[in-house]
Nanobody
């Protein structure tokens, strides 16, 4: 069973920036073979997609709430996935999850049925 671990969450002021990281805690598991998605769950709301990145061509896709402010990327040498977030708003507050899936590897746009999930990292945007 693949296990993912998010890190980098915390408290940030509105307008600030934060970088989340996603790593595989399972030995021998290569994230570069998988589509990776970032999701979030705001207090009292359903989980929603933020962004995803294909395996191979590393094309990325963003949900409307993230367009122009967030950037997803890979570092295959470190076996890490990042979500760079800027111009953060209080509405961005929530628990952020990374997820991995093989079926969506070549085209992750709109894909939601990821097989492997992390435990989440709390992001709080508040003054």
């Amino acid at each position: 069973q693949v296990q993912l671990v998010e890190s980098g969450g915390g408290l940030v002021q509105p307008g600030g920036s934060l970088r989340l990281s996603c790593a595989a805690s399972t030995s021998g598991f290569s994230l570069d073979e998988y589509a990776i998605g970032w999701f979030r769950r705001a207090p009292g709301k359903e989980r929603e997609g933020v962004a995803c990145i294909n395996a191979g061509d590393n094309v990325s896709y963003y949900f409307d709430s993230a367009k122009g402010r967030f950037s997803i990327s890979r570092d295959n040498a470190k076996n890490m996935i990042y979500l760079e977030m800027s111009s953060l708003k209080p509405d961005d507050t929530g628990v952020y999850y990374c997820a991995a899936d093989l079926l969506a590897a070549k085209h992750c746009q709109g894909y939601l049925a990821y097989d492997h999930w992390g435990q989440g990292a709390q992001v709080t945007v508040s003054s």
